[in-house]
């Protein structure tokens, strides 16, 4: 991963944003990291990943009892929601 500075990036905008699409950048203010720009590819993987995680959560949650379908069926649709 790339890191570079909120000045950096403001200098050379183009050119990070071609970059961005083949590594992820992590763009830092003097304290802290402010936001990571990654390929549109790794972003999807990512939310199929989490998606995948969310699935197997409400999987146990009902194996356990401690959700009906109908209460998973609706936290995972307002999360959807939440998403788009």
């Avoid at 071609?18 to 590819?41: C, F, G, W, Y």
């Amino acid at each position: 991963m790339q890191i570079i500075t909120r000045s950096t990036l403001a200098g050379n905008l183009d050119e990070y944003l071609d970059n961005a699409t083949r590594q992820a950048i992590e763009v830092e203010s003097p304290h802290h990291s402010k936001l990571v720009m990654l390929p549109h590819a790794e972003y999807e993987r990512l939310k199929e990943v989490e998606d995948a995680y969310w699935a197997i959560c409400a999987e146990k949650a009902m194996e356990n009892g401690l959700a009906s379908p109908e209460e998973v069926q609706r936290l995972l649709t307002e999360r959807a929601n939440e998403a788009a």
